[in-house]
C-alpha cells in the first residue's frame, strides 16, 4: 500500500466535498462575526474577575453573544462546568421536579449520563430517579426519529416534561440527527403538549450545519467547550442555549435560586472561550474534512464507516468499523503517534469511569479530553468501531490518519 498515493487518490476526489464545507464555516464565521460586532467586544471583556464576580461584564457579554451565534433567546457559558455530561446534568435538573417524566426519544443516552439520569449505579447518590424523576425511551426506526412513537407516548403519559434528543451517535451505531430533524420533532411536541421542553445534547454537533437545533425552536440545547465551541482554545467549560425560561431555570440550578447566571467569576477565561468562539467554525471545517479523509481511506480498504465521505454530516464524529480487534486498537495506537502531545505513548484498553465496557482511547491533546483536537476511541467490544473526531488544522489531521495507515498491515 503506498499511502502518499492513496491520500493524493483522496484528496482529488474529495474536492468538492471540502469546498461544500468551506461554505457552510463561512456562513458560521459570519454569524459569529456578526454576534461580536453587534455586543460590541472589546478588550475589556476580557478582564480578570474575582469573588462573586458581580458585574462581570466579559461574562455578560460572552452570554449575549453565545445566545446570538446559537440562535436562541438566551445562553450561559461557564469555565467552571467540567464536561458536557455536567451541563446536561445541570440542565436537567434545573428543568425537571419530582413526578416528571423525562423521554429519551434517541435510545439510550451516552454512557456517561446514564448514572446522573439513575439507569446505572445512580438510583442512591443523588441521581435524576433518587430525586423521584422517571424515565422513558423510544428508539429510533430505521435510524429516524419515531416520531408516531412519541406522539402515542405523550398522550399516554400525561407527566412527560422533556423530550431528550441527543444530536450525535455517541458509541451508537446510528445516524447522527440533523437541526432540521430536531425541528421536526419540537414541532410535533408543541403540537401535543406545547410546555414540554425538548432538551438537545449538541455535543460534536455545533457549526457543522449552517443552523443549531435553537434555530428550529429547541428549548434547550447543551454542550461542551473543549469540544467543537471551544475552537481547541478553550480549556475547560460547557454551555447551555435555548428559551428564556428554560435557561433561566437551569441558572438557577448552576448556582442557587434567586441568584442564577448573574455571579460567578470568570478569573480570566472569557478571553480563550471569545478566542475559542471565534476560531471554531474553521476549526470543525478542518475535522470534517480530516473525518472525510478517514472515510474515504477506510472505505477503500475494506472497512464500513459511517458517514460516507460523501455523506451530509451533522456531527464530526466518523466511525469505523474494522470487525477486527487488532486492527481497532493499532488504528487508534496510530492516531497517537501521529499526536503532536504524547505521540510515543501507547493506548492500551482499559476501564473508564461511566462505561460498561474497556475503552481504548487516543487522545494526544494540549487540553486534556479535548476531542476537537484529534482523538479517537471506542470501546473494544464487536464490531471493533472505532469513533475519530476532531483535528485542529487538516494538515495534522493528514498526519495521524498517515501513522495510523502504517499500523494497518502490521
Known amino acids: 500500500m503506498n499511502i502518499s498515493e492513496l491520500i493524493s487518490e483522496a484528496e482529488e476526489n474529495l474536492a468538492q466535498v471540502f469546498t461544500k464545507i468551506d461554505k457552510t464555516a463561512f456562513y458560521n464565521q459570519k454569524k459569529?462575526?456578526?454576534?461580536?460586532?453587534?455586543?460590541?467586544?472589546?478588550?475589556?471583556?476580557?478582564?480578570?474577575?474575582?469573588?462573586?464576580?458581580?458585574?462581570?461584564?466579559?461574562?455578560?457579554?460572552?452570554?449575549?453573544?453565545?445566545?446570538?451565534?446559537?440562535e436562541s433567546e438566551a445562553a450561559f457559558v461557564r469555565s467552571n462546568i467540567v464536561s458536557g455530561t455536567h451541563a446536561i446534568n445541570i440542565g436537567l435538573f434545573g428543568l425537571l421536579r419530582p413526578g416528571d417524566i423525562m423521554l429519551s426519544v434517541t435510545g439510550t443516552p451516552y454512557d456517561t449520563l446514564t448514572g446522573a439520569i439513575g439507569l446505572?449505579?445512580?438510583?442512591?447518590?443523588?441521581?435524576?430517579?433518587?430525586?423521584?424523576?422517571?424515565?422513558?425511551?423510544?428508539?429510533?426506526?430505521?435510524?429516524?426519529?419515531?416520531?408516531?412513537?412519541?406522539?402515542e407516548y405523550l398522550k399516554n403519559n400525561k407527566c412527560v416534561k422533556i423530550i431528550f434528543a441527543q444530536k450525535s451517535k455517541g458509541y451508537q451505531d446510528r445516524a447522527t440527527l440533523s437541526s432540521r430533524?430536531?425541528?421536526?420533532?419540537?414541532?410535533?411536541?408543541?403540537?401535543?403538549?406545547?410546555?414540554?421542553?425538548?432538551?438537545?445534547?449538541?455535543?460534536y454537533g455545533e457549526f457543522v450545519e449552517e443552523h443549531e437545533p435553537g434555530y428550529y425552536g429547541a428549548d434547550m440545547i447543551i454542550g461542551s467547550l473543549i469540544k467543537n465551541p471551544g475552537g481547541g482554545i478553550a480549556e475547560s467549560g460547557g454551555y447551555i442555549a435555548g428559551t428564556k425560561k428554560a435557561v433561566e431555570l437551569a441558572a438557577h440550578r448552576l448556582t442557587a435560586p434567586l441568584v442564577g447566571a448573574e455571579v460567578g467569576a470568570s478569573l480570566g477565561a472569557t478571553r480563550n472561550i471569545f478566542k475559542g468562539l471565534f476560531f471554531a467554525p474553521h476549526i470543525v471545517a478542518q475535522s470534517l474534512k480530516t473525518a472525510c479523509l478517514a472515510a474515504y481511506i477506510y472505505n477503500i480498504l475494506g472497512c464500513e464507516v459511517s458517514p460516507r465521505y460523501d455523506a451530509e454530516r451533522f456531527d464530526i464524529i466518523q466511525a469505523v468499523?474494522?470487525?477486527?480487534?487488532?486492527?481497532?486498537?493499532?488504528?487508534?495506537?496510530?492516531?497517537?503517534?501521529?499526536?503532536?502531545?504524547?505521540?510515543?505513548?501507547?493506548?492500551?484498553?482499559g476501564d473508564m469511569p461511566g462505561y460498561n465496557n474497556k475503552i481504548i482511547m487516543a487522545s494526544g491533546s494540549f487540553t486534556q479530553g479535548s476531542s476537537i483536537e484529534i482523538s479517537a476511541d471506542g470501546p473494544v467490544k464487536p464490531p471493533y468501531t472505532a469513533f475519530m473526531q476532531?483535528?485542529?488544522?487538516?494538515?495534522?489531521?493528514?498526519?495521524?490518519?498517515?501513522?495510523?495507515?502504517?499500523?494497518?498491515?502490521?
Not at 430536531?182 to 455535543?203: A, R, S, T
Not at 476532531?390 to 502490521?410: I, N, P, Q, R
Request: hydrophobic share 35%; proline share 2%.
Open 120 to 151: 446505572k449505579n445512580g438510583g442512591d447518590i443523588g441521581s435524576l430517579r433518587d430525586f423521584g424523576v422517571k424515565y422513558g425511551q423510544i428508539e429510533l426506526k430505521d435510524n429516524k426519529l419515531d416520531l408516531h412513537a412519541t406522539r
Open 390 to 410: 476532531g483535528g485542529l488544522t487538516y494538515e495534522s489531521g493528514k498526519f495521524c490518519l498517515m501513522k495510523a495507515l502504517e499500523s494497518f498491515e502490521k
Open 181 to 203: 430533524d430536531i425541528g421536526g420533532l419540537v414541532e410535533l411536541v408543541k403540537q401535543v403538549k406545547p410546555e414540554i421542553y425538548v432538551v438537545v445534547d449538541n455535543c
Open 321 to 349: 468499523k474494522f470487525f477486527d480487534e487488532h486492527k481497532m486498537i493499532k488504528f487508534i495506537q496510530g492516531i497517537q503517534a501521529g499526536s503532536a502531545v504524547d505521540s510515543y505513548a501507547l493506548p492500551v484498553p
Open 32 to 70: 459569529v462575526l456578526e454576534a461580536f460586532q453587534k455586543h460590541r467586544i472589546s478588550d475589556t471583556h476580557f478582564n480578570y474577575s474575582t469573588g462573586y464576580g458581580y458585574n462581570d461584564k466579559g461574562r455578560d457579554a460572552l452570554d449575549l453573544v453565545w445566545a446570538d451565534v446559537f
